[in-house]
Nanobody, 114 residues
Framework: QVHIVESGGGFVQPGGSLRLSCEAS????????MGWYRQDPGYAHELVAS???????HYADSVQGRFTISRDNAKERVWLQMNNLKPEDTAVYYC????????WGQGTQVTVSS
């Protein structure tokens, strides 16, 4: 069974930065692509960034140039560095497979407000 734990969220003013972290167990981490999603209440999960096992990255247009996804296969972790945050980035952020999702973790809340 896949178990995912996200952390690193918080409250930040517009223009600020946060770094989210994700640990995933129950998988062969180095074989799996990983993604970061976000969800507003009442809406579906939105994939904002993904990284292949070899490190190739993809971003949603809304975060391109501001967010950076990275991974360490030895540590079985994936991170999302978020810079120049905007109020519309406010959401609960989740880590999961970018196409064939596993059980969702608890997520981590990101709030961007002045």
């Amino acid at each position: 069974q896949v178990h995912i734990v996200e952390s690193g969220g918080g409250f930040v003013q517009p223009g600020g930065s946060l770094r989210l972290s994700c640990e995933a167990s129950g998988i062969i981490f180095s074989f799996e692509p990983m993604g970061w999603y976000r969800q507003d209440p009442g809406y579906a999960h939105e994939l904002v960034a993904s990284v292949t096992p070899s490190g190739t990255t993809h971003y949603a247009d809304s975060v391109q140039g501001r967010f950076t996804i990275s991974r360490d296969n030895a540590k079985e972790r994936v991170w999302l560095q978020m810079n120049n945050l905007k109020p519309e980035d406010t959401a609960v952020y989740y880590c999961n497979h970018p196409t064939s999702v596993w059980d969702w973790g608890q997520g981590t809340q990101v709030t961007v407000s002045s």
